[in-house]
């Protein structure tokens, strides 16, 4: 079964600074997509970033960036030039792509905070 | 942008009454989740529905839990006999066809249950 982990419960970064969110997943797949989710206070899942394991370039958007390790089966999301609307509670997540149900499996979250 | 709606967003109900979370998926998805976050925990996949029958199910959907899509836009969760645990946040999803992330794995605002 995949599993997905989440090291850190609880994270706290001044404005501005840039910051790492580590996650590990174990599968025997080959074949999955891996995502960061960002859930704020209103407890909306919101989609931060996907990758999909047979690409190797580290996905981008705009201020959030991965870095995806498939040997290591880590993929970490890095958070450059922080805001205080960051804050919020970040899910790794895995899907394996060979699953026809394509149900996501989640780690236990990190907390964030971004400080003024 | 296209959205899955959720009602209500906050349910209170009493131990034992039966309660239904409504969902209305985005109109040209074909497949159906829901999702249950107990306050402080990771997300957890409960089941999940294509082609009008439950397609994969979590050991967490029991005998209390059903699902079904009464018409061609509601999925509905149904808990028979609400206990004090089953209060969590629940979150519908719904996601499209063929190579379905491209076209797009949408959540809902969730439907926060809590049982007295």
């Known amino acids: 079964a995949q599993t997905v982990t989440q090291s850190q419960p609880e994270m706290s970064v001044q404005e501005a600074e840039t910051v790492t969110l580590s996650c590990t997943y174990d599968?025997?797949?080959?074949?999955?997509?891996l995502f960061w989710y960002k859930q704020p206070p209103s407890r909306q899942m919101i989609l931060v970033i996907r990758?999909?394991?047979?690409?190797?370039q580290n996905a981008t958007e705009n201020r959030f960036s991965v870095n995806f390790q498939k040997a290591a089966k880590s993929f970490s999301l890095k958070i450059s030039d922080s805001q205080l609307g960051d804050t919020a509670m970040y899910f790794c997540?895995?899907?394996?792509?060979?699953?026809?149900?394509?149900?996501?499996?989640f780690g236990k979250g990190t907390r964030l905070h971004i400080l003024p | 942008e296209p959205e899955v709606t959720q009602t209500p967003s906050h349910q209170v109900t009493q131990m034992g009454q039966e309660v239904i979370l409504r969902c209305v998926p985005i109109?040209?998805?074909?497949?159906f989740y829901w999702y249950r976050q107990i306050l402080g925990q990771k997300v957890e996949f409960l089941v999940s529905?294509?082609?009008?029958?439950?397609?994969?199910k979590s050991e967490i959907f029991d005998d209390q839990f059903s699902v079904e899509r009464p018409d061609g836009s509601n999925f509905t969760l149904k808990i028979r006999s609400t206990k004090l645990e089953d209060s969590a946040m629940y979150f519908c999803?719904?996601?499209?066809?063929?190579?379905?992330?491209?076209?797009?794995?949408?959540f809902g605002s969730g439907t926060r249950l809590t049982v007295v």
């Open positions: 109109s040209n998805h074909l497949y």
């Open positions: 990758q999909e394991a047979y690409k190797q």
């Open positions: 997540a895995f899907m394996d792509r060979m699953n026809r149900d394509d149900k996501i499996i």
């Open positions: 529905f294509y082609n009008n029958e439950i397609s994969e």
């Open positions: 999803a719904s996601s499209g066809k063929g190579g379905r992330l491209l076209y797009g794995y949408t």
């Open positions: 599968t025997s797949e080959n074949n999955y997509y």
